[in-house]
T-cell receptor, first 115, second 114 residues
Framework: AQSVTQLDSHVSVSEGTPVLLRCNYSSSYSPSLFWYVQHPNKGLQLLLKYTSAATLVKGINGFEAEFKKSETSFHLTKPSAHMSDAAEYFCVVSDLTGSARQLTFGSGTQLTVLP | DVKVTQSSRYLVKRTGEKVFLECVQDMDHENMFWYRQDPGLGLRLIYFSYDVKMKEKGDIPEGYSVSREKKERFSLILESASTNQTSMYLC?????????????FGPGTRLTVT
């Protein structure tokens, strides 16, 4: 069975400082991993995905994540936070087995960006 | 771009009412999903469908049913709404199970049951 743990429910940073959102996963097989973002009262938007190619994945809006198999981690980073980055972020895992139900979601990390 | 639309953004219903939430996608995706989202719990899968008239239970199917009569449309039905079904409901769609194929989400329906 696969699972995802987002290590921080809330993260607060100042505008212009780096962002780190932490995610650990558990999967029986080689997983696919995703980060989604949800702005208030909106649906989820895909930020980036890892699918067994390069371990450092670049996404939209300057975000990137590094897949570390030895640490079973997929942390999301951004060098410089912007006010518009304030949102909830979900780490998601999908493995190769199972039926059409592909994704397991973390419980989310709320990112606050202070002026 | 993939577009997933949901029939209502906000809905208020009374306890005991039958509630229909509609979802339509325009990318000919085989798979469609219904989730509910509650603070601190992330997204939990209610039901999914991998083909017309085919459905499977997710993690929390109790109190819900679904219908998929056409490929592009997936409906979630609350047979007798209860206050504990007050939540944000999100629909998603994707291509068949293949590594790396992400799900595309609709904007959500915030349902309040009074």
């Amino acid at each position: 069975a696969q699972s995802v743990t987002q290590l921080d429910s809330h993260v607060s940073v100042s505008e212009g400082t780096p962002v780190l959102l932490r995610c650990n996963y558990s999967s029986s097989y080689s997983p696919s991993l995703f980060w989604y973002v949800q702005h208030p009262n909106k649906g989820l938007q895909l930020l980036l995905k890892y699918t067994s190619a390069a371990t450092l994945v670049k996404g939209i809006n300057g975000f990137e994540a590094e897949f570390k198999k030895s640490e079973t981690s997929f942390h999301l980073t951004k060098p410089s936070a912007h006010m518009s980055d304030a949102a909830e972020y979900f780490c998601v895992v999908s493995d190769l087995t199972g039926s059409a139900r592909q994704l397991t979601f973390g419980s989310g990390t709320q990112l606050t960006v202070l002026p | 771009d993939v577009k997933v639309t949901q029939s209502s953004r906000y809905l208020v219903k009374r306890t005991g009412e039958k509630v229909f939430l509609e979802c339509v996608q325009d990318m000919d995706h085989e798979n469609m999903f219904w989730y509910r989202q509650d603070p601190g719990l992330g997204l939990r899968l209610i039901y999914f469908s991998y083909d017309v008239k085919m459905k499977e239970k997710g993690d929390i199917p109790e109190g819900y049913s679904v219908s998929r009569e056409k490929k592009e449309r997936f409906s979630l039905i609350l047979e007798s709404a209860s206050t504990n079904q007050t939540s944000m409901y999100l629909c998603a769609s994707s291509y068949p199970r293949r590594q790396g194929y992400e799900q595309y989400f609709g904007p959500g329906t915030r349902l309040t049951v009074t």
